[in-house]
């Protein structure tokens, strides 16, 4: 036995000191990468990305996925949608009132039908039911989800973000998350033939029932240890432990992204008095180690070697339907509640950017089996595209039409 | 194409998400139990280790080992070792002397030879060269590291620490841990039957003189950019890289031990302005989740039900032999150095403390075959012992024979 032992131990450890050096050249590429794109005003995780495509199979092959990266990145998008969901803040979104919600809705309804339209046009679809339409819909759902954080940093270089714009926006895009979620709930659960829309419904009901006990539960466990151990390493040990259980209980028993329950988990504890000790503390761990492995995952899962003519295309029109779908679907509903034109245009402009959320969602597609990783290629080209334009965008218009008080 | 992928990605998803659950398990176990035990003044890492016990397949099998739960516990010891390596005060340690120097020597050499001639006397050698001859060494080895925290919190507490005798310890235990790794390295550069003592003396002083190297480089590469960006995350970022890489190197081009590279990187980096900065990053990785990990990771693997008399026995007497084997090692080399008695008495106490080192190397030698997990009763039965009686035994020293100056 010791034999054996000893042999398939030493296996392991040639394995586990293998995976030093993979993680030295992920996290420094990513970094340097990272670096680069900064500095060429490009969103930090697009360089990550094409960190991942130099060292990948594709270019270099210092890097191959493996189990082990898969697992990493797993838990990045684990961390990040946590993350996602302690920086919300409830009690600001109570205030934020009947605008920012409709704008919201509206928000994520015209892009989640503009990307299943373009799908179907683009590929043709059967119809209800079928595997093509599922696929649309999901296309559509990779559309909805805004990440503000360009559009913030913009505005508040111009100084607009306290203004009524601003803060429209701002809530706009947090209460388009949560319904963005729910919508990512809904396709995903329909991903099983055998689920009809009324279970799905069903299941996604039981488990925000069941997370809505467990965040009783737990925000009042927390308050009582938050008040007692205030700032101590117990608090983000637990909170993350509770990120990992929702997680894990969400897809294992629900059907549901394991990604929601971290999300859900997030939110739960974003109103307790250490929400933002232990957003900070599961942030290191998202930027040192696990958020650069999953960014530079996808660069090494894409493969540019099969790419074809009709997924270049595909993709432009992709970039184009998903920024017009926001502008139109947050504008024309701004327009109508009594915002100026100008002033909706600003609004849509500015919940036009996409990013990491969305290569989240893609890459849980990609994992499932519901779309391939060439999809991979679209959607970074709209991250990009959107984070550089958005700011431009704004610029120009508040400087053609300056801010006025709006009704 | 399409089909296969799909079903091997889906197999993926399936395996990310249930290592949710185990680290949910395993983090919150190890937070549990790791604070039971410092309520009951054991160190937390014991308890860590029950946990693993309680939550794996001795008891209640909610968790197994993996290659993920070992990769993930590799990462937690390399964090270990690079912090270990961070918090050396080199500045310190020139001012330090001759005293400690000899101390820290013989703290090294009486634990080292006692350890081989315990397990000598108990299972026999067949002399120099052998298997077992190696197998006595590295037994020894395991004895050597101090851990040094303990006996600081308690001088602290008794208000000695900034005296002859606290600071004589403190630096003792620094070198020794230098010393400590240098002798693993040359007693692991051995298990290759094909090296001779002066390949494994080449090839260790190589990689010293490359890690100088490296050092060199990376120290002022990092005051650089350290001067340049202080306090922004490329700096623990681009540490952690370094740390990877030596260890990776280490491991695989000096066949020295990964944890040697690992130990040295944060030696490297230990002087630089931004050190601590580094520490508290990679301490926040360590605690949060991979360290937990690694010491549940040791329970998990520990399986009690083949223990025999055999080992009690030994375990026994190796907490013994280890114990006797500082307080002679360090204590009479102190009264020959003109401490008084008493004075010497208390180092050689104060040196006896054993703790993750002692795990860590442990665990090496699991890993690389050369002694199995039954060991890991007598290192966790040596920290227990040491970290309850070294304070105890202090107290009792310091009330019976207050402080006086020493020459």
Redesign the interface.
Request: hydrophobic share 40%.
């Given at each position: 036995m010791?034999g054996m032992?000893?042999?398939s131990?030493?296996k392991?450890?040639m394995?586990?000191?293998?995976?030093?050096?993979d993680?030295?050249i992920i996290?420094?590429a990513a970094?340097f990468m990272g670096?680069v794109a900064k500095k060429c005003r490009i969103p930090a995780v697009a360089g990550e990305i094409v960190a991942g495509l130099i060292i990948g199979p594709c270019l270099l092959g210092w890097v191959a996925p493996s189990?082990?990266i898969?697992?990493m990145a797993?838990?990045g998008v684990?961390l990040i949608m946590f993350s996602a969901g302690l920086e919300t803040n409830l009690k600001e979104l109570k205030k934020t009132g009947i605008k920012a919600l409709v704008i919201a809705c509206f928000g994520v309804a015209v892009p989640l039908a503009g990307g299943a339209l373009l799908y179907a046009l683009f590929y043709g679809t059967e119809g209800p039911g079928s595997e093509s339409f599922f696929k649309a819909l999901f296309i559509g759902s990779i559309m909805t989800a805004t990440s503000v954080s360009i559009t913030v940093e913009s505005l508040k270089e111009m100084g607009h973000l306290q203004g009524t714009i601003g803060q429209t926006i701002l809530s706009a895009a947090i209460i388009d998350d949560v319904i963005g979620i729910i919508v990512l709930t809904f396709v995903l659960g329909m991903k099983d033939p055998a689920n009809n829309p009324g279970i799905v419904i069903l299941k996604t009901v039981a488990f925000l029932v069941l997370a809505l006990l467990f965040g009783i539960v737990f925000y009042q466990i927390f308050k009582k240890i938050d008040a007692r151990y205030p700032h101590t390493?117990?608090i983000?040990?637990?909170g993350?432990?509770?990120c990992?259980?929702l997680?894990?209980i969400a897809?294992?028993y629900f059907g549901i992204a394991?990604i929601t329950g971290a999300y859900i988990a997030g939110i739960i504890l974003c109103n307790i008095r250490d929400a933002g000790y232990i957003d900070r503390?599961v942030n290191?761990?998202s930027?040192?180690?696990f958020a650069p492995i999953f960014f530079v995952g996808i660069g090494l899962k894409t493969d540019f070697s099969h790419i074809v003519v009709d997924m270049i295309l595909f993709s432009v029109l992709f970039v184009l339907v998903a920024c017009l779908a926001k502008i139109i679907g947050c504008g024309v509903v701004s327009k109508c509640m009594k915002f100026s034109w100008t002033d909706s245009l600003k609004i849509g402009v500015g919940m036009m950017t996409r990013g990491e959320v969305a290569l989240i969602i893609t890459n849980k597609g990609?994992?499932?089996?519901i779309i391939?990783s060439s999809y991979f290629t679209a959607v970074i080209l709209l991250i990009i595209v959107s984070s550089i334009s958005v700011p431009i965008i704004l610029k120009l218009l508040y400087s053609k039409f300056p801010d006025k008080k709006t009704a």
């Open positions: 010791n032992g000893g042999r131990k030493r392991e450890t394995e586990t000191y293998i995976i030093l050096r993680l030295a996290i420094l970094k670096l189990d082990f898969n697992q797993e838990i684990i390493r117990r983000p040990i637990i993350l432990g509770l990992f259980i997680s894990y897809e294992k394991d503390k290191i761990n930027y040192m180690i990609m994992n499932l089996g391939d």
